[in-house]
């Protein structure tokens, strides 16, 4: 599990598969996924989403966090481990329209 160092975004990687969440202070939402397709050459691991982004992730030495260059973006995203997903990202989304007003 990691978290992008700033933003709200949360990637779960597991057996092959990548899975990225939109997680806030009252929801946690599923968005994009990808499988992994390959190894780089300078140890990072690749993943191909459905609609073809690339995400490369490059994990440091220590395991304690990793990068993740974004094609067309001149800097690389920071990820930081967590130890598990955000608790909201294992329960069912509000629903209603105040409730989507929240999440958005």
Do not use: H
């Not at 997680?23 to 939402?29: F, M, P, Q, R």
């Not at 992994?36 to 982004?53: F, H, K, L, M």
């Not at 481990?81 to 329209?97: D, E, F, N, S, V």
Request: hydrophobic letters at 40%.
């Amino acid at each position: 599990m990691w978290r992008f160092d700033g933003y709200g975004a949360v990637l779960s990687i597991e057996d092959g598969r990548l899975q990225e969440y939109q997680a806030t202070a009252v929801s946690c939402l599923a968005g994009d996924t990808a499988r992994r397709t390959g190894q780089g050459s300078n140890g990072s691991v690749i993943y191909t989403g459905d609609d073809a982004t690339i995400y490369r992730i490059r994990p440091a030495v220590d395991g304690a966090d990793a990068t993740l260059p974004l094609d067309g973006s001149v800097g690389d995203r920071r990820l930081l481990r967590l130890p598990a997903l955000p608790a909201g990202c294992t329960k069912a989304a509000p629903t209603g329209a105040p409730a989507t007003f929240d999440v958005f």
